[in-house]
């Protein structure tokens, strides 16, 4: 911390003109990520069944963890339940979907109405995009959605499970221009250790994303009632939060 504080303290201040102009270009970015976001969240009717289906949402609301329930009040909708289990349940079926979704169309906003070389500048240039992007990357990064298809698989209803389409173009998108505004051709370019890091756990946390599939699958099938199913998937759940090291 003390360290991050001396290197924004000596770093030297951007020209007004510029830390304005960036301040700009980020307000239209978060209004057409923020209107792409709550598109498929709250605009959608399909999302809540794609959600509901394709997380193991029904496992974590019954976890004794935390000193309150996964929602705020009975019922199935998304503006009721709490932050840590709604970032959680899409860790589990790696999509990591608030880490990144919108942000591409955000990105793609502001290249198309001022050019590529502006929004380089701003994430080059401009500290606090920079940390946005070094986030999202990371996000991006820890994402598989060659599994995540495997769990959209689990949604029942097909014109919800057609969901993943759109949802997988987004993490296309937005990858694609992340690594194009800061000149790289891999996630995490910059950051070996955490590159490294991640694709020596995968092997490990992907047999275990598969096995919580089938196991949804068959319990959910029984009617959520058999206990072993359910302790098996707890261990799942444990397992693939250690080896992403992410929960909510």
């Known amino acids: 911390m003390t360290g991050a504080v001396i290197l924004a303290t000596a770093a030297p201040d951007p020209p007004v003109a510029a830390a304005e102009r960036w301040h700009d270009l980020l307000d239209e970015m978060a209004a057409a990520s923020r209107e792409r976001y709550r598109a498929l969240v709250y605009g959608d009717p399909r999302f809540v069944d794609y959600f509901r289906g394709s997380t193991p949402i029904d496992v974590i609301e019954r976890l004794a963890i ?4 996964a929602s705020r009040r009975s019922g199935a909708g998304i ?4 932050a840590i289990p709604w970032v959680f349940a899409w860790t589990q079926n790696r999509h990591l979907l608030p880490g990144w979704f919108g942000l591409g169309t955000g990105l793609r906003a502001i290249v198309d109405h001022h050019g590529e070389e ?3 500048e701003m994430a080059r240039s401009f500290p606090f995009a920079a940390n946005l992007l070094d986030d999202a990357e990371m996000a991006l990064a820890k994402a598989d959605l060659a599994i995540a298809a495997r769990y959209a698989e689990l949604v029942e209803d097909s014109q919800a499970r ?3 389409g759109p949802i997988e173009a987004e993490f296309r998108l937005t990858r694609d221009l992340v690594l194009d505004l800061r000149d790289r051709t891999e ?5 070996p250790a955490l590159q490294r890091s991640i694709r020596l756990r ?4 992907d047999p275990m994303s598969l096995l919580q599939v089938e196991l949804l699958r068959r319990w959910r099938a029984g009617g959520r009632r058999d206990d072993d199913l359910f302790h098996a998937l707890l261990a799942t759940v444990q397992g693939i939060a250690a080896g992403l090291q992410n929960t909510g």
Do not use: K
């Open 66 to 69: 935390g000193s309150r329930p």
């Open 79 to 82: 503006e009721d339940l709490r």
């Open 118 to 120: 502006a929004a380089r």
């Open 162 to 164: 057609a969901l993943f």
């Open 187 to 191: 996630l995490l370019e910059g950051e």
């Open 202 to 205: 995968n092997p490990y946390v």
